[in-house]
């Protein structure tokens, strides 16, 4: 076997194996957090995240309808997944999971069961696939945004909710036991407001939040410490007002607490803005939404506009606040812009707001899961979780004791398909889930080849305004038969290149970026520079120059620079 033949074996096998490994973990969009394992497939969006000590427990809904749990060791090694005797008739994207032991985990989620909007509650035990105890909570008619959460030391589900009239309809409350031998009567804690949230406090005491409206397009965020015993709300208070302009809409808010201070988090954008990468009414799903695998997987190269949420927040004391407290945006310059509404946990004196965003890097716009830490001293730096090329969308997010984190997310495969998958900060799941991966190595390339092979199809469109310059070297070149050489061969390049920056100042002034500061300037006079010293170097060391030749480097380091540099910006700047 020759050489050759035995290193294309080589490489095949490896390849291979890369792509073998490619299949079971995703791309990590972080030193924090460990790569993405791959636990299941599902065509609805409820995937929801729970640990206990070092074991983690993801549930979701299979093709079947029916419910699945799948438990993971602390490095993130599957260990076993259930197919639960549960099944689902119309989910909404409401699922929660809550570990009270290794071997009694709680899962919850919302339906739609003859047209009634129903929670279920089943107890579960890892590894059997009858639930220990299974109950359904029918909510009153006409609710909406409808929230809940487990209260293990009263062994309670407490509900949420607001009447669908929307604006100022109040606010509404139940608990059921999760032992299913009582309930309370549904009270109306509000006599405005809607759109609830529901947190904790360091304390673990509960705290709620919601809409007011106050005037028009001018919504105020409140928020009230939760006495479920009594189902009463102490300490209300307006944490701010959000201006919501006609044609947009607020999603949240959610409410934590970091410290002795509330977190609320919510998202303000257009009403319609995600309707390009979403389809309605998706199969399993009455009334919820889904992304489509195209529009939001990739979007460079193309004209779309990102019109998504933009994501804001506001911290202020436990305590009463005098006046509102400032907004801040949740995004960075990375991460621009929230695609669904913010979701929180709070565990101890800390906070994590997430949700899926998207974010950018060297002008490539991808859909990824993002989380926000607060502690007593503010917001800290958001972080990527994952960084795959398909979107990451709908997390659910977990806190261990020792404060590291497990998320869960879906990502599109195609024709109404989605993989189940879960990443972790624990150290156990970054060492065994790191390394060296060939099939990165191979994804990152054939992503750099594609994107800039792709950009070559901008190539036509900037070279429009090198057809006068070119005119006139040609008309130069054949107005002397013997030969354009001398100085008057430079005088003739200067006035080319002067032809055609005034000729794309008029044609695409976007792509001459005279701008103030160290960038600007060097964005502008770089390739101008690069072009002349190859055009220098050229006309100096060959023995017969060509005028055209010349311009040619010229007008090749222009176009190389037009296409790859300032293209990608110019379609992120539109994406934004």
Known sequence: MGKLTALVLCMACLLMAGCQSQNELTASGSDE?????????????????????ETTFVAWIAESGRVQLAQLDAALGLESVTDLALTTAYPYNNMLLEAEAKDRIHVVWLDSI????????ALLTPGKVEPAFQ??????????????????EAQRLEIFWSADERYNSGIYHQAVSLTGDGATPPVQLTETGWQPGVGWDQSGAMRVTWLEK???NHFAVWSADFDPEEQLLDNSSSITQVRVKRGHRFLGPAIGSAGSQTVAAWAVGWRLSVG?????????????ERPLTAGLSKIRGTAYSITSDRGQYAIVPSTPLEGDAPIYPLTTDQIVEIWQAPRMRTVGDRAWAFFSAWTAHRG?????????PFDENGVGEPVAVTKTRPSSVWPDLA???????RTAWVEPLGNDMYRVVVASTAPEAREALGGFRLAEVWDGFATFVFENISLLGYAPYVLGWAVLPLGLLLLATFSSPSGVRGWQAVLWLIGAIILQLVSKSFLAPQMLPFESGPEGIALSVAPVLVGIVLMWVYWWRAKEP???AAYGLFIGTDAAFSVFVMVPRLLWAAGT
């Not at 806190?399 to 984190?405: E, I, P, Q, R, W």
């Open 399 to 405: 806190v261990s004791a020792d404060n590291t984190l």
């Open 276 to 288: 390009r990468g979403r389809s309605l009414n998706p199969p399993g799903s009455s009334t919820g």
């Open 546 to 548: 060509l005028l055209l």
């Open 214 to 216: 106050r005037k028009s």
């Open 33 to 53: 957090w460990s790569r993405g394992i791959i636990v299941g497939s599902t065509e609805a969006d409820p995937v929801a995240v729970a640990t206990w000590e």
């Open 364 to 372: 490539d716009v991808r859909m990824q899961v993002v989380v926000v």
């Open 135 to 152: 109950q359904e909570i029918h909510l009153p008619e006409r609710t909406e945004h409808i929230q809940f959460v487990v209260r293990l």
């Open 114 to 121: 003859e047209g009634a909007r129903t929670i279920i509650h």
